[in-house]
């Protein structure tokens, strides 16, 4: 949403821009629409609640990951299954709006079971185990994105057919390179990959929690990121 709304965390010289006109008005839309439209004490409600919410009727909308829309239209787990919509998320200054991450499977140097490991790993991720989890959890539960092949099963793509080609486009149209309007000195879209990240992403998040909660204003969090931010960036350069 930053990115769209022009912002971005770092200028091409890891300059911190939190404070910058885009990211404050990405943080004013998004607090503006929690208050006004969502559920009440958001800061409660992650991934897993929100998907309750809206799996049992009780969200209008949904804006998050694409991998939510198996469980979404799986009538054994979801009461608005076959009742949905998808569209892509909004824009405001750039061509298309959204992120990319994965789960991924390693095997560690120190692991004694280096062979079985990789034999495991060869069977989650070949063609056949996305059958396997279309004929016995049901076609919707197969892991999106994970194959192109997987697009090309005539049952998925029946099944699917509410949220599989969006999905595809959505992953397929994110440029990591370039997510926003100005350059940046990182690959990656939301993830920045430097040792500081998590820490900066933890403390920045509880930041925008206070604005969410109504515990402090927009421009005092953004403020207190941009220093922190900063930090984060002056161990870069």
């Keep these: ?7 971005a965390w770092f200028d091409k010289d890891w300059k911190a821009q939190v404070n910058q006109q885009g990211f404050k008005d990405a943080l004013t839309f998004f607090s503006t629409t ?5 559920q009440s004490d958001p800061v409660s409600y992650g991934f897993t609640e929100c998907l309750n919410l809206f799996t049992q009727g009780k969200a209008a909308m949904w ?4 991998s939510a829309a198996g469980t979404v239209e799986d009538p054994k787990a979801s009461t608005v299954a076959g009742k949905v919509g998808y569209v892509q998320a909004p824009v405001e200054k750039t061509a298309q709006s959204g992120w990319l ?14 062979d079985a490991a990789w034999e495991f790993m060869k069977w989650a991720t ?24 997987t697009y090309e099963i005539p049952e998925y793509k029946q099944a699917a057919a509410a949220f599989a080609d969006i999905t595809k486009d959505s992953m397929l149209a994110v440029n990591p390179k370039q997510p926003g309007i100005t ?18 992403g933890n ?5 925008f929690a206070d604005v969410y909660a109504g515990r402090t204003s927009v421009d005092a969090a953004l403020q207190q ?13």
Excluded at 183 to 193: D, R, S
Excluded at 225 to 237: C, I, P, R
Aim: glycine content about 10%.
């Design 63 to 66: 804006y998050d990951a694409t």
């Design 34 to 38: 929690l208050k006004e439209s969502g």
């Design 101 to 114: 991450w994965s789960w991924n499977l390693a095997i560690p140097s120190t692991s004694k079971k280096q």
């Design 183 to 200: 350059a940046q000195p990182y690959v990656g879209i939301q993830y920045i990959t430097i040792p500081e990240w998590q820490d900066l």
């Design 126 to 149: 070949n063609k056949d185990y996305g059958k396997l989890v279309g004929s016995q959890l049901g076609w919707s539960r197969v892991p999106p994105g994970s194959r192109v092949s």
């Design 1 to 7: 949403m930053v990115n769209t709304f022009g912002g």
């Design 225 to 237: 990121v941009q220093s922190l931010a900063q930090t984060a960036g002056d161990a870069q350069k």
């Design 203 to 207: 403390q920045s998040s509880q930041v």
